[in-house]
């Protein structure tokens, strides 16, 4: 099975580092992961949004590791930055471990998180490739 991230020439090129649309093939199974924060395993959380936002894809990509999946499985992020804060943390954050994976992709400034010292949440789907064989039935 293959995931297909395109840019077709009717709409404007991407403007960051994502993809258009991502066409998932029939069977795929789907991992839907929360919103993850900048909060160590331990419980900490950074004081810098440039250690949140490293957190962050550290923290996804572990869960992508439990599932047997990697980051290029994501085939689309929601992302939730305070606004005020370091966007270009998160870009260096997300090019650090999705290197030139481009999936579909929002980005949204708001006012706050639920805690105030939380600057950064990203949501993720991915989808697992592997044959229709290894999906779990439930």
Do not use: C
């Not at 093939?25 to 949140?52: H, K, N, W, Y």
């Not at 992508?64 to 499985?73: F, K, R, V, Y």
């Not at 105030?116 to 990203?122: L, R, S, T």
Request: no cysteine; glycine share 6%; net charge negative.
């Amino acid at each position: 099975m293959s995931l297909s991230f395109t840019n077709p020439s009717s709409v404007h090129p991407p403007l960051g580092l994502y993809s258009h649309t991502v066409t998932v093939p029939e069977g795929t199974e789907l991992l839907f992961i929360s919103g993850q924060l900048g909060v160590r395993p331990d419980g900490t959380t950074p004081a810098t949004m440039a250690e949140q936002a490293d957190q962050v894809f550290a923290n996804l990509v572990a869960l992508l590791a439990a599932h047997g999946l990697a980051p290029t499985d994501i085939i689309k992020l929601t992302t939730f930055m305070v606004a005020g804060q370091d966007g270009d943390a998160v870009r260096a954050a997300r090019l650090k471990y999705l290197g030139s994976h481009r999936p579909a992709s929002t980005a949204v400034f708001v006012s706050e998180l639920v805690d105030p010292a939380w600057f950064v949440e990203v949501e993720a789907i991915a989808a697992n490739r592997k044959s229709d064989d290894s999906l779990r039935a439930i």
